[in-house]
């Protein structure tokens, strides 16, 4: 059975960065995308990020662009997401997800695409 795991989630204070690392383990699954999404105490889950496997077009949600960056390892089918200049509001439950499917722009946005996701790990930012 096909698993993803987060992990690299921590403490941090504003200012500070995290690199947060998605593995996939179990059988091998045809990736589209990866995606980071998160969710915050009483809100929807969202997206942060997504990485088109082969080619690596990258997307990003307004609010962390130009301080995250999504990246991979086909070698390791492991997924990269470093996060810089953390703020207190991007304090979350950060998920990691794929896709097998095709999307592209604003498509790579949508929960529902997404076929595998992690189970998450919990990014604090202190102000």
């Known amino acids: 059975q096909a698993q993803l795991v987060e992990s690299g989630g921590g403490l941090v204070q504003a200012g500070g960065s995290l690199r947060l690392s998605c593995a996939a383990s179990g059988r091998t699954f045809v990736t589209y995308a990866m995606g980071w999404f998160r969710q915050a105490p009483g809100k929807e889950r969202e997206f942060v990020a997504a990485?088109?496997?082969?080619?690596?077009?990258?997307y990003y949600t307004d609010s962390v662009k130009d301080r995250f960056t999504i990246s991979r390892d086909n070698a390791n089918y492991t997924g990269y997401l470093q996060m810089t200049n953390l703020k207190p509001e991007d304090t979350a439950v950060y998920y990691c997800?794929?896709?097998?499917?095709?999307?592209?722009?604003?498509?790579?946005?949508?929960?529902?695409?997404?076929?595998?996701w992690g189970q998450g790990t919990q990014v604090t930012v202190s102000s």
């Open positions: 990485i088109k496997w082969r080619d690596r077009t990258t």
């Open positions: 997800a794929v896709r097998s499917t095709y999307c592209s722009g604003s498509g790579c946005y949508d929960l529902p695409g997404y076929n595998y």
